[in-house]
């Protein structure tokens, strides 16, 4: 593919180099991470619509927290699956440009959510005896609405301004997937206005989110320190613990990938903490909301019992 042009029909994802009976493995093991994924969110997101109990605002933020995993899972590894198992590595250019919006959208999407179960968690623990008065269902349906929206607009202006791009030379993308940063690389127009909305969409959607976290989650330590019940401490400091570890690798990973300075040697480190991130990081919410969560496991054991009894 010579010359410049502004179309292209597709893109060769260069990943890692591996030989073919390591590709093979790699897909089973990703197959299987994949397939854990898909049902641990899927359980989660059942028992939240089976079990009555659970229909309070934290497990409903919670639910779009599993929407959100299974669908950034599926917007990246079906086709990483599909190139190990044929040992390919193209990628349509419609279908390069649909997985950057997937992956805008969701990444914004958990930020924006991650924040919100931290305020609900703010109230529920500073404000216990407002907490139905503020966390209403229309407040609840709002604040969702807004995050789906909010990832929605960043995704479409980050796309509108890749398009613009003209394109030349071996359209050769250093990643396992469609990474925005990964494919402005191979444009040769001016990128400038691509990486400053991108370096502000991170400060954004990570620094500002991650700082009001911060605040909610001192209010709620020292909250939970005045608590006179060794109990309600305990269970307050657990479910908040628990939150604290999905948001702490979560931004993180995200921080250092986003707002890290740009170099060649770090493109390796990167492609990695993607494929972490993209496989470990959706089954990480429905162990930590599950195994450590009692409320999830006793809805657990409520469902098998009223399928015992049918």
């Not at 042009?5 to 093991?29: H, P, R, Y």
């Not at 040992?87 to 805008?104: A, E, G, P, R, Y």
């Not at 604040?143 to 030379?169: D, E, N």
């Not at 909305?197 to 001192?218: N, R």
Request: proline share 3%.
């Amino acid at each position: 593919m010579e010359g410049n042009q502004s179309w292209i029909a597709e893109f060769i994802l260069i990943g890692f180099q591996l030989s073919e009976d390591m590709e093979l493995v790699l897909f089973g093991i990703f197959s299987l991470l994949y397939t854990f994924n898909l049902l641990a969110n899927g359980m989660i997101l059942g028992l939240i619509c089976l079990d009555p109990r659970l229909h309070t605002p934290m497990y409903y933020f919670l639910s779009h927290l599993a929407i959100i995993d299974i669908s950034y899972a599926s917007s990246n590894l079906p086709n990483l699956l599909a190139n190990l198992v044929k040992h390919k590595k193209d990628i349509s250019f419609v279908l390069c440009t649909l997985q950057m919006i997937f992956n805008l959208i969701f990444s914004s999407m958990e930020c924006l959510i991650l924040v919100v179960m931290s305020y609900d968690r703010f109230v529920a623990i500073c404000h216990p005896l407002q907490y139905m008065v503020i966390m209403n269902w229309r407040v609840c349906m709002f604040l969702a609405i807004a995050c789906w929206s909010c990832g929605l607009c960043l995704a479409i202006v980050q796309v509108s301004l890749f398009l613009r791009l003209p394109f030349c030379g071996p359209q050769k993308v250093n990643h396992f997937f469609c990474e925005i940063q990964s494919v402005l690389k191979v444009t040769c127009g001016d990128i400038w206005i691509n990486e400053m909305f991108l370096f502000a969409e991170g400060v954004f959607i990570l620094v500002g989110p991650l700082s009001l976290m911060l605040v909610s989650y001192v209010h709620i330590l020292w909250a939970i320190l005045k608590i006179q019940s060794k109990e309600g401490r305990k269970k307050a400091f657990s479910t908040c613990s628990s939150h604290l570890c999905v948001v702490g690798f979560y931004f993180g990973i995200a921080m250092m990938v986003y707002l890290a300075p740009d170099s060649s040697h770090r493109e390796e480190q990167k492609k990695i903490l993607f494929l972490f991130y993209s496989l470990f990081n959706p089954l990480l919410n429905p162990l930590v909301y599950s195994v450590r969560n009692a409320q999830v496991k006793a809805a657990f054991h409520r469902v098998l019992q009223k399928k015992r009894t049918v």
